[in-house]
């Protein structure tokens, strides 16, 4: 049996959450990084293992159907990201400099906060069908 699509896109975003955190902690704690730039560099990498995982699990009863989609939908996929990931870097230096959070909390608090968000421009901007149309999720 399939998992519900919002238990796959949590599974996902799981695996790269536990390696945009061992990055930020790396890139802090080890070189240095402010945690502003720490934190972008991270997203940077997951968002690219995340479209792939997702591409491959979650929505893969959604594939691209045309040559235009399958080139629009990574681009979609960065450009909706990029939003997000700008929020999460604000999010988590906010979180970092005004509630005295460690980089590591502060980014926890912040994915907590932009995972709905997160899906539901998934679900219907980024992996919806050529005509847009999509059927009701869990």
Known sequence: PRLPRWALFNLVGL???VVQLLLI???TRV???HPAMA???AM???LVQNYFAHSRWTWADRPPVTRRERLLRPLRY???KTLTLGLNVLLTSAFVTFADMTPEIGNAMAV???AIVNYTAADRLIFSTAGGHHEVTS
């Open 44 to 46: 940077q990498v997951v």
């Open 15 to 17: 695996a790269g959450f």
């Open 39 to 41: 934190t972008a560099v």
């Open 78 to 80: 960065q450009g909706t």
């Open 25 to 27: 902690a790396g890139l």
């Open 112 to 114: 907590g906060l932009c």
């Open 31 to 33: 070189y240095g990084w």
